[in-house]
């Protein structure tokens, strides 16, 4: 199905440190994961799990931030409605609901407009602008979309609608005219770190705009409430894959802090729904419980749900919300697996090409990312899944390391209605009899562009250790590098040679994999995800190679060390 795994130690640790980090009071295991990720001395550690903070960046420092809150003042000022547009993911949904609840508390007329994924598509539409305008909008604001919007933004401007692009997305050639362009990743912006989220933005944005608006009491009070909202910009952040380095660290560290102290009532209910343990909400549970169940809404019904469960009031309104989410979380989940299914049945080229296109009129439309990342992850090829009708067709990419596939699709510019996105992952749309000649440029792209071996997936591992090692004050230890996520991923261990002592498949159609291996005196068990098609290839007695990340499973009140297994192989004497 793919090219050969390889596996990768980042770093062989010396025994020395080790022994030195112990002597400060490091866990041997967390020390060697540290020092494989760079941090060469006990005190470069300790400054890193001490989480010390990155200054956030001055946002003035960003391009076109003072007339954007020039703008955006005088709007506050003369009462002007302003509609905060944004996109139906949980970045945009999070952006949408911070920037209302500022101009709010600021004494502004705000309203949120989010776009249906199926009527409207991806970012700024001309019908929708029409309509907000008609309704007596003169501002608009659109967070978490709009860099690439030229012609959208050019019909407002023409019809008295002022806009501004408050954006992270990949930066085109040209920007849109409009008020002001907001974007860290613009080459003449003076912000020292591009990376951040769209809520990201959209928080250097209210933080300037507070400010700005410090000599009224409304902006008096503002700037000491600003940080409220700092659980927002945490779920944006983690949930949108930004890199969690620098300030984005920063502000997950801040944001999950504010999640665990003090929740709103909305995300309150959601961590019931999900049974979430508020006081020790993490990273990861952003990730893998809360952040599915907020982009759900918006990939299957509308994201307004989800809008409404982060600004509501009122726990007992919250918990509806979020049982509703719930519910669609599950109807999601089953549809990705029947349509991953039908997807990879109908790959049977071999050998596959060095790029995937798939595409049809069952795909549905808000789950063709999700698609397109488990068939990425399955044959480790950049990635496009779209649904095509008889005239237009909607997708999503998802790339691997080494290769753009923003820039890829700006090779095919001409022939797409509308895209954007970021090296890794993009949507777009172009008219469905443009399909063919859009396969073959973007093949031959590939085939120019794209390195083999990038083509070979790669697991970086940060230390190897025998399972005797392992104990519930490992996982602990290794939990204090939280905020996971890219660039500080969870960390991966192998243990060599370690023998199967029972293998079975479990959940729906023997999906998953669990194995109770052994190795000297220590015996552990192990789950699979997605990995149950092994047992026709291992048995009980078998020596193996793993990859894992160790954790807690919390079952019935009881708490048991297990694996979380990523890699198997037979052993290598």
Same mark, same amino acid.
Not at 295 to 318: F, K, P, Q, T, V
């Given at each position: 199905?793919?090219?050969?795994? !390889? ?62 809150? !020039? ?165 944006? &952040? ?62 299957? !019904? ?45 790959? &049977?080229? !071999? ?36 649904? %095509? ?18 820039? %890829? ?46 083509? &070979? ?5 940060? %230390? ?40 079975? &498949? ?68």
């Amino acid at each position: 199905m793919r090219n050969a795994q !390889e596996w990768i130690l980042r770093r062989r640790v010396p025994t020395g440190l080790i022994r030195e980090c112990a002597t400060n009071g490091l866990n041997p295991v967390l020390a060697k994961v540290l020092c494989a990720r760079g941090m060469d001395t006990p005190a470069k550690m300790q400054a890193f799990l001490a989480g010390e903070d990155h200054d956030l960046g001055d946002p003035l420092d960003m391009a076109d931030m003072r007339p954007a809150i !020039e703008r955006i003042r005088r709007g506050i000022l003369s009462h002007e409605t302003i509609a905060v547009y944004g996109d139906f993911d949980v970045d945009g949904v999070t952006s949408t609901a911070l920037l209302v609840s500022l101009l709010r508390g600021l004494g502004g007329n705000a309203r949120p407009y989010i776009p249906d994924r199926f009527d409207e598509g991806y970012g700024l539409n001309v019908d929708a602008l029409d309509t907000i305008r008609a309704e007596g909008v003169t501002l608009c604001i659109a967070v978490d979309c709009g860099v690439r919007s030229n012609h959208e933004v050019a019909h407002a401007q023409a019809r008295g609608l002022d806009m501004i692009i408050v954006d992270h997305h990949s930066v085109p050639s040209e920007l849109p005219a409009a008020v002001a362009v907001i974007d860290p990743k613009r080459r003449d912006s003076a912000y020292a770190f591009a990376e951040l989220a769209g809520v990201g933005v959209t928080y250097q944005l209210g933080r300037a705009l507070c400010d700005a608006m410090g000599d009224t009491d409304a902006g008096r009070r503002m700037i000491r409430q600003v940080d409220d909202y700092l659980d927002l910009v945490a779920l944006g &952040t983690v949930a949108d894959i930004v890199p969690l380095e620098s300030e984005n660290r920063t502000l997950a560290r801040w944001g999950l802090n504010r999640l665990r102290s003090s929740p709103r009532p909305g995300l309150l209910a959601l961590m019931e729904q999900s049974r979430v343990q508020p006081a020790t909400v993490g990273s990861i549970d952003v990730a893998f419980r809360l952040a599915p169940r907020l982009n759900a809404a918006g990939r299957l !019904e509308h994201a307004r749900i989800s809008y409404e469960l982060l600004m509501a009031e009122d726990l007992g309104e919250a918990r509806g919300l979020a049982e509703t989410l719930g519910h669609t979380n599950n109807e999601r989940q089953a549809l990705l697996e029947e349509q991953v299914a039908a997807a990879m049945a109908g790959l &049977t080229q !071999e050998p596959l090409g060095p790029l995937l296109i798939v595409d049809g009129p069952d795909y549905h439309e808000g789950i063709v990312g999700l698609i397109a990342s488990r068939l990425r992850e399955a044959y480790y090829r950049p990635t496009l899944v779209l649904r %095509a009708d008889a005239e237009t067709a909607r997708g999503s990419a998802r790339s691997v390391d080494g290769f753009h596939i923003t820039e %890829a699709l700006d090779s095919c510019s001409d022939l797409l209605m509308r895209y954007g996105g970021h090296a890794q992952a993009a949507g777009f749309t172009l008219a469905s009899d443009r399909l063919p000649e859009f396969r073959q440029r973007l093949l031959d792209y590939a085939e120019e562009h794209l390195d083999q071996n990038a083509l &070979t997936p790669r697991l970086l591992v940060d %230390a190897i250790v025998p399972l005797g090692v392992l104990t519930p004050d490992v996982v602990s230890a290794l939990g204090t590098m939280e905020p996971f996520g890219r660039g500080n991923p969870e960390p991966l261990l192998s243990s060599l040679g370690a023998q199967i002592r029972s293998i079975n &498949t479990v959940g729906v159609d023997g999906k998953h994999l669990r194995l109770l291996v052994r190795q000297a005196n220590a015996s552990l068990p192990c789950i699979a995800f997605r990995q149950g098609a092994l047992s026709e290839q291992f048995r009980p007695g078998d020596r193996i190679d793993l990859v894992y990340r160790p954790s807690m499973n919390h079952w019935q009140g009881r708490s048991t060390l297990q694996l979380v297994v990523e890699a198997i192989r037979p052993a290598r004497d």
